[in-house]
């Protein structure tokens, strides 16, 4: 799923890390790697940055090195447990800056503990970037019809989709093979030994639970501690677009209901039902004639609409804005909308990009075998996905279809990380983005899985309204002891 938190928690976030030093020495091998030392230096804000040095390519670790770089802000109290690494998601979301905004959702009793530490993926943000368009061409490719009409739109948006993955293949090149979720684990592997660390504490929202069960999977016995919230299941990650589809239905709802109670709801009639209509047909306007912005000369159209609507469910917080954005675009009017799809598709006021988009795409043409330009057929949904499932349909290809690589190893499928301490693995009920079956799926399959409810709306829990999930998470982090399997919270 799309740079999932990333999305909700990058908002808030605009930071960069400057002056980044490179690590104490070039590790000349294997041994090498697990034996560099960090050379830290301040870079703002009270944190300390570096670069720790891993092999492009594992099975040739003495060809081609690449830096992945790291931040850390140190522990505030006397009883230093160690570190506490981070992932945002995404694929494509930032751990350096996800660190950068730890004070807003990691509490102070993991602060006083814990280094947190948080680190970009190798091609994401600082480290090794991959980038495959230029900025005009990238506003043009998030503004592709998402449910094509015609032939011709069809044609169109192969042909971007092909423009993609060529603009990848001359930027990126030899790294394009090397940016899947198994070499970012065996990086996450060196980054513990680099930080001093005998095994491993570990945070991982959305896609950083896939990327915290293969580590696990990897190496069960160099776990400390391991929450993956947000949980994607590895046997299914990638071959189910409909319970995607339900998932963004369920939270809608959700909105929906919450939205009926409040004043000024735009909503005509408050009934389900009649409100997905409404919504649809705002999606058909947008299609034929797209909304106006007062932000710049885009054309707000079906695509950003939809990314706008999708991108502001991920955190309840945003709903008081989802709704007035709504009631905007009901008049025509989708500034609002263009902003949420901004944020996003990783796209800055000045009309740059982060390169979480074309990460997101790398990470996911490694990690899968590209779609055949034969297959391209309607996906079948449930009822309950019905008003959204076109938008996760295979209608419109992906640049993988054409990607100029072979695929790497893949994703490792079904977990059990068997010698691994206990795993907590956290979902939400109704979190638009990875629901809750994945959590109760990927806690199933860990051999030490521990399953944590939250009863609530938006995406992965930690960090937010929940003290129950809080209270339970920062206990287990510290004292490595888990609450009860199937602990239901609800605030």
Request: aromatic share 8%; charged share 20%; proline share 7%.
């Amino acid at each position: 799923m799309r740079r999932l938190f990333a999305v909700i928690s990058m908002s808030i976030v605009g930071l960069l890390v400057s002056a980044v030093p490179a690590s104490a020495q070039a590790p000349p091998g294997p041994a090498g790697y697990y034996g560099q030392r960090l050379a830290w230096s301040g870079c703002g804000g009270g944190f300390q940055c570096a670069k720790v040095k891993v092999p492009l390519d594992y099975a040739k670790p003495k060809g081609r090195q690449i830096d992945i770089a790291v931040i850390r802000l140190r522990a505030k109290g006397p009883k230093r447990i160690g570190s506490l690494v981070l992932n945002p998601g995404g694929p494509g979301g930032s751990g350096v800056d996800l660190a950068r905004n730890a004070k807003q959702f990691v509490s102070p009793a993991l602060l006083a503990r814990f280094d947190v530490v948080g680190f970009d993926p190798r091609g994401v943000g600082l480290s090794s970037p991959v980038r495959c368009l230029s900025y005009g061409v990238m506003d043009s490719y998030h503004a592709l019809d998402p449910t094509p009409d015609t032939p011709s739109e069809v044609r169109k948006g192969d042909a971007y989709q092909q423009i993609y993955a060529q603009g990848c293949k001359a930027n990126a090149g030899a790294l394009l093979a090397h940016v899947g979720t198994r070499d970012a684990a065996r990086d996450i592997d060196v980054l513990r030994a680099a930080l001093g660390d005998r095994r491993l504490t570990y945070l991982g929202f959305s896609y950083g639970t896939l990327l915290g069960a293969t580590y696990a999977e990897a190496f069960p016995k160099r776990v400390r501690a391991m929450v993956l919230d947000g949980a994607i299941d590895p046997a299914t990650r990638g071959t189910a677009p409909g319970a995607a589809a339900h998932g963004f239905e369920t939270a809608f709802a959700s909105f929906l209901r919450d939205c009926y109670k409040r004043p000024g709801c735009p909503f005509r009639t408050h009934k389900v039902s009649a409100s997905f209509q409404q919504l649809a047909k705002l999606f058909k306007r947008a299609d034929k004639a797209p909304l106006r912005n007062d932000l710049d000369g885009r054309q707000v159209n079906e695509a950003l609409v939809w990314r706008g609507v999708m991108a502001a469910m991920y955190s309840h917080a945003q709903w008081p804005s989802l709704r007035a954005a709504l009631g905007d675009a009901f008049k025509g009017d989708g500034t609002a909308l263009l902003a949420f799809a901004d944020g996003y598709n990783g796209r800055r006021v000045d009309g740059s990009y982060d390169n979480s988009s074309e990460a997101f795409t790398a990470v996911n043409c490694a990690d899968y075998p590209p779609t055949s330009r034969a297959t391209r057929s309607a996906v079948t949904y449930v009822p309950e996905s019905r008003h959204f499932g076109k938008y996760f349909s295979d209608g419109l290809l992906s640049p993988c279809a054409f990607w100029p690589v072979k695929s790497g190893e893949g994703i490792v499928g079904r977990v059990r990380a068997k010698g691994a301490p206990p795993i907590l693995v956290v979902g939400t009920t109704r979190d638009p983005a990875t629901p809750y079956k994945d959590a109760e799926a990927l806690a199933g399959q860990l051999s030490s899985g521990v399953l944590l409810g939250f009863d609530g709306d938006g995406h992965t829990a930690y960090g937010g309204p929940s003290t129950c999930v809080n209270g339970a998470v920062d206990r287990y982090l510290i004292n490595r002891v888990p609450p009860r399997n199937g602990t239901m919270c609800r605030r």
